[in-house]
């Protein structure tokens, strides 16, 4: 077991080198180590959604120095409530939910923080939720996994102010990242499905092959009310 925990981290440190050397990221602090062992093609494919959005996100960042500035999720923690700071998984929330009725305490945990810091000060603030089509789109309860669920959890935590108790931010979007446009179609149609969902300006939605190769922060992401929402 000893010899496989120090194989994994020597993966973790070459990974990081990198990306360091392939993209010149000042700060590669991907973390691998959650299911480390398990290490199934979904699993991997997921991890890896979350650093070509990471390393997306530097590059455009860069590119309008000094203007912005990419905040990460340990800059961001570093100002949130002291009991924000020690949990041991700070962007997490639960609250209750109610679905075809019943109701029920559930939580979510984003898949990356970030945010984006102007040069006057102001900050957008992101929660971000990479979806390779492992779970269904929707289920009818709350105690199986789905993108419903957590997108229940989100609005009512935003209802709830939980951004502003927890996080000290004012505001912030949920940003999805499907596998591929029919699985975005797909989450957007049910969003479309909730008029509470559909009528909340949380959530916007895109997929890896629209972002590939194209400038994130001027990207086009789509809204259930068929608006767009820039990152910029």
């Known amino acids: 077991m000893e010899a496989r925990a120090a194989e994994a981290r020597r993966r973790d440190r070459l990974t990081a080198q990198l990306l360091i050397h392939q993209h010149g990221l000042e700060d590669a602090r991907v973390d691998y180590s959650r299911r480390n062992?398990?290490?199934?093609?979904?699993?991997?494919l997921h991890q890896l959604a979350i650093v070509d959005l990471r390393v997306?996100?530097?590059l455009a960042v860069r590119a309008?120095?000094?203007h912005l500035t990419l905040?990460?999720?340990?800059?961001?923690?570093?100002?949130?409530?002291?009991?924000?700071?020690?949990?041991?998984?700070?962007?997490?929330?639960?609250?209750?939910?109610?679905?075809?009725?019943?109701l029920q305490d559930v939580g979510v945990h984003p898949d990356y923080a970030f945010a984006l810091r102007f040069a006057d000060g102001s900050k957008r603030c992101y929660l971000v939720e990479c979806d390779r089509g492992t779970m269904p789109v929707e289920r009818a309860a709350l105690r199986q996994?789905?993108?419903?669920?957590?997108?229940?959890?989100?609005?009512?935590?935003?209802?709830?102010?939980?951004?502003?108790?927890?996080?000290?931010?004012?505001?912030f979007r949920v940003l999805l990242v499907?596998?591929?446009?029919a699985r975005a179609a797909n989450i957007?149609?049910?969003?479309?499905r909730r008029r509470d969902l559909k009528n909340s300006e949380l959530f916007y939605i895109t997929d890896q092959q629209?972002?590939?190769?194209?400038?994130?922060?001027?990207h086009a992401w789509q809204h259930a009310t068929d608006s767009t929402y820039t990152l910029i």
Request: glycine share 4%; charged share 20%; proline share 8%.
């Open 37 to 44: 062992f398990d290490t199934k093609r979904a699993f991997l």
């Open 145 to 171: 996994t789905s993108i419903l669920k957590k997108l229940l959890v989100y609005h009512r935590g935003h209802k709830q102010n939980m951004h502003v108790r927890h996080f000290n931010w004012k505001a």
């Open 178 to 181: 499907a596998n591929t446009p």
């Open 56 to 58: 997306a996100l530097t």
């Open 210 to 218: 629209s972002i590939a190769g194209a400038d994130i922060l001027s």
């Open 71 to 102: 905040l990460e999720p340990d800059q961001l923690t570093a100002t949130m409530p002291p009991a924000t700071q020690a949990a041991p998984k700070p962007f997490a929330w639960r609250v209750k939910v109610q679905h075809n009725g019943s």
């Open 64 to 66: 309008r120095r000094p």
């Open 188 to 192: 957007k149609q049910a969003i479309e």
